[in-house]
T-cell receptor
Framework: SAVISQKPSRDICQRGTSLTIQCQVDSQVTMMFWYRQQPGQSLTLIATANQGSEATYESGFVIDKFPISRPNLTFSTLTVSNMSPEDSSIYLC????????????FGAGTRLSVL | RKEVEQDPGPFNVPEGATVAFNCTYSNSASQSFFWYRQDCRKEPKLLMSVYSSGNEDGRFTAQLNRASQYISLLIRDSKLSDSATYLCVVGMGGFKTIFGAGTRLFVKA
């Protein structure tokens, strides 16, 4: 399985500001995914990032609010823009490869609190 | 109807008990099936894949019934360390993967 480093592990931010979360993998992967999870709740997929193309966003999530970069096969960023307290959540990146397809491996997550 | 449905629990069981979790999926075209485990304040981690023939990994047994679109996970001789949320996961082909909301398990001494 891939080793995934996600930074920052936690942050406290002021409303109206933006935070960029980084996800670094120790090997090349095909797909990278960004999820949001409220404590005690289920995972919600934000978007899927394929290297070399625009990210694909799920219903209810838009690029202006959650811009994503995927510059190469081992790295992606998610930005949470113009934050409000409703954006307080855990943000998780995950990866999958051509070999593992539907098996996703997750980073440790970023715990975000917006004041 | 949700694409993957699980009993949210919580299941509260004593150490040594046997506990079973069930999961149903709605899309008959689903191709691959997994159980993940998520500890409190941690990320989800793959527990095991699920095959039609059934598969076992130590105290854990997973079963798949494609006709009924039903997946199960059996944990025998529960340990305190088994306390976690268990996620039923269905692969749709390509890279599309659907995560269930999870079933919470508390194992008590």
């Amino acid at each position: 399985s891939a080793v995934i480093s996600q930074k920052p592990s936690r942050d406290i931010c002021q409303r109206g500001t933006s935070l960029t979360i980084q996800c670094q993998v120790d090997s090349q992967v095909t797909m990278m995914f960004w999820y949001r999870q409220q404590p005690g709740q289920s995972l919600t997929l934000i978007a899927t990032a394929n290297q070399g193309s625009e990210a694909t966003y799920e219903s209810g999530f838009v690029i202006d609010k959650f811009p994503i970069s995927r510059p190469n096969l081992t790295f992606s960023t998610l930005t949470v823009s113009n934050m409000s307290p409703e954006d307080s959540s855990i943000y998780l990146c995950s990866v999958s490869s051509e070999v593992t397809k539907n098996i996703q491996y997750f980073g440790a997550g970023t715990r975000l609190s917006v004041l | 109807r949700k694409e993957v449905e699980q009993d949210p629990g919580p299941f509260n069981v004593p150490e040594g008990a046997t506990v079973a979790f069930n999961c149903t999926y709605s899309n008959s075209a689903s191709q691959s099936f997994f159980w993940y485990r998520q500890d409190c304040r941690k990320e989800p981690k793959l527990l095991m894949s699920v095959y039609s023939s059934g598969n076992e990994d130590g105290r854990f047994t997973a079963q798949l019934n494609r006709a009924s679109q039903y997946i199960s996970l059996l944990i025998r001789d529960s340990k305190l360390s088994d306390s976690a949320t268990y996620l039923c996961v269905v692969g749709m082909g390509g890279f599309k993967t659907i995560f269930g909301a999870g079933t919470r398990l508390f194992v008590k001494a």
